[in-house]
């Protein structure tokens, strides 16, 4: 091919995708919500960013307490038989079956998953522009929070309530509890920067090299 002619191609397909460049601009123009990147807040984008994160949260958290009951000679999934005991009662402590195991393994991370969007969504708004011992010492107080709030505002009524017993107040030391919540909330700060939204744009060096 002469040079000539692949100058010629050349600048044909950077006339085309100017043209394309203009025709989306225009369309955009009339339909302001098919403008990329989204105006305001991507909520559905921090949302699952949450529910992911918490996720890694929660697994994180689940693992060192497994490890930790197995150094102390206690049954692995200690913690996930007493969580189940909000939907099952004292039967939970004793249960053995592989399958409800597993149940309660994911309900704790559904959880995580729950509670890790309510973390992110606060850390992504208030948050962005500390230090990192600022942020530290904020998902601290927002990891012990959760805990006081789960263990001591909500589930030492509702669980009598509903169950008659408050298992999980009394067979979980509280200072097992708040570490778990620490983690949760240490492993959410760490793992922040993968929640990042960073939409991708088209640069003119970018629309030379997809026309060679």
């Known amino acids: 091919m002469e040079q000539s002619e692949r100058e010629q191609k050349i600048q044909h397909h950077l006339a085309e995708i100017r043209r394309l460049e203009a025709a989306r601009a ?40 497994v ?9 692995p999934l200690d913690l996930v038989r007493v969580y189940l ?13 592989g399958k409800v195991l597993f149940f309660g393994c994911l309900l704790y991370l559904v959880t995580g998953g729950l509670y ?31 805990w006081i709030v789960n263990f001591y505002l909500i589930l030492s009524w509702l669980q009598p309530a509903l169950l008659g017993g408050s298992w999980i107040l009394t067979e979980i030391p509280f200072w097992v509890a708040a570490v778990t ?6 492993t959410m700060l760490l793992v922040e920067s993968w929640g990042r939204f960073e939409p991708y744009r088209l640069t003119s060096s970018d629309t030379r090299e997809a026309s060679i």
């Open 67 to 75: 490890i930790g009951a197995l150094a102390v000679g206690r049954h």
């Open 181 to 186: 919540h620490l983690l949760f909330a240490w």
């Open 116 to 146: 890790g969007v309510l973390f992110h969504l606060t850390m992504r708004w208030y948050t962005m522009d500390m230090d990192r011992r600022t942020r530290f010492l904020i998902a601290s107080a927002i990891g012990l929070g959760l």
């Open 26 to 65: 225009a369309q955009s123009a009339r339909e302001p919500d098919a403008q990329w990147p989204p105006r305001g807040f991507y909520w559905l984008f921090h949302i699952v960013v949450g529910l992911v994160l918490g996720i890694i949260g929660a697994a994180v958290s689940l693992t060192v307490n």
């Open 85 to 97: 005991t909000f939907p099952m009662g004292a039967a939970a402590l004793n249960e053995e079956r």
